[in-house]
């Protein structure tokens, strides 16, 4: 992963999945869900400004 030090933070939030989770996943299924919230969390245009968010005011 190439992240900035301000993405991964926001990344780490994103992808936390809680104590509970944690302690019942194997590493393997951990690995599998922070690849897959990775996948997402690229996907997500969090990188638009408040305006792109209202495109019926085009």
């Known amino acids: 992963m190439q992240l900035k030090q301000e993405e991964f933070d926001k990344f780490a939030e994103f992808c ?3 104590d509970e989770l944690l302690k019942k996943w194997t590493q ?3 690995i599998l869900y ?5 996948g ?3 996907m997500i245009p969090h990188r638009l400004d408040e305006g792109d968010y209202r495109y019926d005011l085009d």
């Not at 922070?34 to 990775?38: E, G, N, P, S, T």
Request: proline share 7%; glycine share 8%; aromatic share 28%.
């Open 16 to 18: 936390d999945p809680g």
């Open 28 to 30: 393997y299924e951990f």
């Open 34 to 38: 922070v690849k897959r919230q990775y």
């Open 40 to 42: 997402l969390f690229k």
